[in-house]
């Protein structure tokens, strides 16, 4: 079953404004993970929030995770055309990483 | 780069051929993994080695054999594939099996004819 579920599928913005994805997960987790994907490209992760941590920054992100309620939510502040690009997040099952279906963010100049 | 380093880039080939993906990291990292990701579904974990032993097997089909003959090289060979076998095939490294980031590579566009 899916590990991680994010909403909403796209979201479309104007370069400068906010961006914030959602993310839900099944089964407790040690760590929750978020990646990004430019077009038909590998993935380079983002920013990793452990069970234990409620908020993480890096620069222009912001992760929350609530385990009480399985979820997780990626803030990107002051947006960017170069941010336009597909997110995931992700959790460990078995033995690698789960990742959602993604999140396709596309910031309009 | 991001120190994963795949390869070939590209590849069509036809359902009774053999061919091989490569994959390259020089992070140091312990694990490895081959991901696929197909159009509109989430990517799909198909084998996990660590410390070059292989740690899981997501049920994958035999047309797809995995070799990791040391830490920093992972292969995948593939042999009488179909159609639906075209995918990105994506592989990443992560300094441990626990929980640490993954590096990823840019990936084998694979088309299957």
């Known amino acids: 079953s899916q590990q991680g579920e994010e909403d909403p599928q796209a979201l479309s913005i104007q370069e400068g404004e906010n961006a914030t994805m959602n993310c839900s997960y099944k089964t407790s987790i040690n760590n929750l993970q978020w990646y990004r994907q430019n077009s038909g490209r590998g993935l380079v992760h983002l920013i990793l929030?452990?069970?234990?941590?409620r908020e993480k920054h890096s620069g222009r992100l912001r992760v929350t995770l609530d385990t009480s309620k399985k979820s997780s939510s990626l803030l990107i502040t002051a947006s960017r055309a170069a941010d336009t690009a597909s997110y995931f997040c992700?959790?460990?099952?078995?033995?690698?990483?789960?990742f959602g279906e993604g999140t396709q963010l596309t910031v309009n100049p | 780069e991001t120190g994963v380093t795949q390869t070939p880039r590209h590849l069509v080939m036809g359902m009774t051929n053999k061919k091989s993906l490569k994959c390259e990291q020089h992070l140091g990292h312990n694990a490895m993994y081959w991901y696929k990701q197909s159009a509109k579904k989430p990517l799909e974990l198909m084998f996990v080695y660590n410390f070059k032993e292989q740690t899981e097997n997501n049920s994958v089909p035999s047309r797809f054999s995995p070799e990791c003959p040391n830490s920093s090289h992972l292969f995948l060979h593939l042999h009488t594939l179909q159609p639906e076998d075209s995918a990105l095939y994506l592989c990443?490294?992560?300094?441990?099996?626990?929980?640490?980031?993954?590096?990823f590579g840019s990936g084998t566009r694979l088309t299957v004819v």
């Open positions: 992700a959790n460990r099952s078995g033995r690698g990483l789960t």
């Open positions: 929030i452990r069970s234990n941590e």
């Open positions: 990443a490294s992560s300094q441990s099996q626990q929980g640490a980031g993954y590096t």
